[in-house]
């Protein structure tokens, strides 16, 4: 049972920058898919950022809609994973969650569905003025 505390959401204006973090109670020593997604009100539930803490070719991969904005990383000794959230939008005002895949391999692809991920956080609260 892996549990996931996210922490780092706030408040901030357009242009602005967050940096959301996501403590893992247990990293697996076969390896793990981290994903951050988010969910605004009305809409459906969309994976934003993703990556294998064993680090793959291609890894890490991101939504379209915040590519060249957003940077997912890993800190394996502290069983975190972070997002670094820059030239923030309006559009990305939703509650942002972790989620966390066990048992994958060097050769994993960390999928985009949220209906492949295992274990997830409690969200944190995102919002972008104009």
């Known amino acids: 049972q892996v549990q996931l505390v996210e922490s780092g959401g706030g408040s901030v204006q357009a242009g602005g920058s967050l940096k959301l973090s996501c403590s893992a109670s247990?990293?697996?020593?076969?390896?793990?898919?981290m994903g951050w997604f988010r969910q605004a009100p009305g809409k459906e539930r969309e994976g934003v950022a993703f990556?294998?803490?064993?680090?793959?070719?291609?890894?890490?991969r991101y939504a379209d809609s915040v590519k060249g904005r957003f940077t997912i990383s890993k800190d394996n000794a502290k069983m975190t994973s972070f997002l670094q959230m820059n030239s923030l939008k309006p559009e990305d005002t939703a509650m942002y969650y972790c989620?966390?895949?066990?048992?994958?391999?060097?050769?994993?692809?960390?999928?985009?569905?949220?209906?492949?991920?295992?274990?997830w956080g409690q969200g944190t609260q995102v919002t972008v003025s104009s």
């Open positions: 989620a966390a895949r066990p048992g994958v391999n060097s050769y994993t692809m960390c999928k985009r569905g949220a209906t492949d991920y295992d274990y």
């Open positions: 247990e990293y697996t020593s076969s390896g793990i898919c």
């Open positions: 990556i294998n803490s064993l680090g793959i070719t291609g890894d890490p």
